[in-house]
């Protein structure tokens, strides 16, 4: 079974341009997070699709930002215009919870973000 | 908004010493993972704990889940060098939405 997989792994990106992640849930999984750890802090939750369904985007910072789920399959995440506190490593996780406590989550490998 | 802290923020160790790390909310948990990170690569699951009190081993790692079901601990018994990594615990709140929230994470460095 693939994992989840994200691209790119990294991005070097000037302040005020747009970069594009995206990734790829494991197939059938319907839950799809968005994090984004800053180096030596806590792993920051995003948002959340429940297939192509936003359930949760408390975690989006600001408008910059725009995560789409087309189809209820890969995702991508947009900032546009990135600024200098974006940087940091994009996580991108999986899961097939639909309900009931169990919640075993599967990470992609990340996009490593640096904005200059 | 519901917090996790984490302590210590690093663990240097000896191999073959324990190795604790624990974890506190400010709110009560529905329940608590735990991921491991090794360094260069990205969080995968090890645990995920539910009722309270609970205990559950996995070979040398111990995980222990409050009574109070708002603080956690990961135990490594005589570590090993493969153990190096950061160490995540995440933390859902009942009734909320199933989004975690996760602590700083614990790096811990096996010195061989």
């Known amino acids: 079974e693939a994992g989840v997989t994200q691209f790119p792994s990294h991005s070097v990106i000037e302040k005020g341009q747009t970069v594009t992640l995206r990734c790829d849930p494991i197939?059938?999984?319907?839950?799809l997070y968005w994090y984004r750890r800053v180096m030596g802090k806590e792993i920051k939750f995003l948002l959340h699709?429940?297939?192509?369904?936003?359930?949760?985007e408390s975690g989006m910072p600001n408008n910059r930002f725009l995560a789409e789920r087309t189809g209820g399959t890969y995702s991508t995440l947009k900032v546009q215009p990135a600024e200098l506190e974006d940087s940091g490593v994009y996580f991108c996780?999986?899961?097939?919870?639909?309900?009931?406590?169990?919640?075993?989550?599967?990470f992609g490998p990340g996009t490593r973000l640096t904005v200059l | 908004g519901q917090q996790v802290m984490q302590i210590p923020q690093y663990q240097h160790v000896q191999e073959g010493e324990d190795f604790t790390t624990y974890c506190n909310s400010s709110t009560t948990l529905s329940n608590i993972q735990w991921y491991k990170q090794r360094p260069g690569g990205h969080p995968v699951f090890l645990i995920q704990?539910?009722?309270?009190?609970e205990v559950k081993k996995q070979k040398r790692l111990t995980f222990q889940f409050g009574e109070a079901k708002k603080n956690s601990s990961l135990h490594i018994t005589a570590t090993q060098t493969t153990d190096v990594g950061t160490y995540f615990c995440a933390g859902e709140t009942a009734g909320g939405s199933y989004i975690p929230t996760f602590g700083r994470g614990t790096s811990l460095i096996v010195h061989p």
């Open positions: 996780a999986s899961s097939t919870r639909t309900s009931g406590a169990y919640n075993e989550q599967f």
């Open positions: 699709f429940v297939k192509e369904s936003k359930q949760d």
């Open positions: 197939s059938g999984h319907d839950n």
């Open positions: 704990l539910v009722k309270s009190g």
